[in-house]
T-cell receptor, first 113, second 114 residues
Framework: DAKTTQPNSMESNEEEPVHLPCNHS???????IHWYRQLPSQGPEYVIH???SNVNNRMASLAIAEDRKSSTLILHRATLRDAAVYYC??????????????FGQGTILTVHP | ETGVTQTPRHLVMGMTNKKSLKCEQH?????MYWYKQSAKKPLELMFV???????ENNSVPSRFSPECPNSSHLFLHLHTLQPEDSALYLC?????????????FGDGTRLSIL
């Protein structure tokens, strides 16, 4: 799977929007962009994924650049519960890595009251 | 709240003990996974099961032995572990193993080897 680059940490205030960037300049045409987050003392939690078009769900929005070399996870109104490590992961549709999620270091999001 | 339940949440064992970790999912998924998360390291995939058949073994030592008796249950049998095996062991499931399938994780078993 291709590599992703994320900032080590970001900070936000409660009730404000948060834009978490991810660069994936070597993405291939069949790679899906997935986002997961991990709260302290919990397993990772699926947030959202997409291929080419922007995606929205109840947790967040995913904005994908036209050339697909970067993407942004958008939390519309941060809450204290959103403080977590956020992982941007590419998953290729080809090959034999069945369902493999390759986690990097992620972005530590701190939310201030 | 999660549809993937792991037991026990914490386990302390000696290097000569034999124990098992259990994972159960109530999501109707057909694929299940074991991951290892060591301190300060990214998650590492260990095993993948699809329709109760092991489809990936990610170079895991034989002292870890997985078992998937049905699509809802996954076990990880442990024997003669080493101190470096102390870690958080996470189970996950997904509808299928495809690249567009989200994985749902349990909260893990924190394993400590004495």
């Amino acid at each position: 799977d291709a590599k992703t680059t994320q900032p080590n940490s970001m900070e936000s205030n409660e009730e404000e929007p948060v834009h978490l960037p991810c660069n994936h300049s070597t993405i291939s045409g069949t790679d899906y962009i997935h986002w997961y987050r991990q709260l302290p003392s919990q397993g990772p939690e699926y947030v959202i994924h997409g291929l080419t078009s922007n995606v929205n769900n109840r947790m967040a929005s995913l904005a994908i650049a036209e050339d697909r070399k970067s993407s942004t996870l958008i939390l519309h109104r941060a809450t204290l519960r959103d403080a977590a490590v956020y992982y941007c992961i590419l998953r290729g549709a080809g090959g034999t890595s069945y369902g493999k999620l390759t986690f990097g270091q992620g972005t530590i999001l701190t939310v201030h009251p | 709240e999660t549809g993937v339940t792991q037991t026990p949440r914490h386990l302390v064992m000696g290097m000569t003990n034999k124990k098992s970790l259990k994972c159960e999912q109530h999501l109707g998924h057909n694929a299940m996974y074991w991951y290892k998360q060591s301190a300060k390291k990214p998650l590492e995939l260990m095993f993948v099961y699809s329709l109760e058949e092991r489809v990936e073994n990610n170079s895991v030592p034989s002292r870890f032995s997985p078992e998937c008796p049905n699509s809802s249950h996954l076990f990880l049998h442990l024997h003669t572990l080493q101190p470096e095996d102390s870690a958080l062991y996470l189970c996950a499931s997904s509808p299928w193993t495809g690249a567009n399938q989200p994985q749902h994780f349990g909260d893990g078993t924190r394993l400590s080897i004495l």
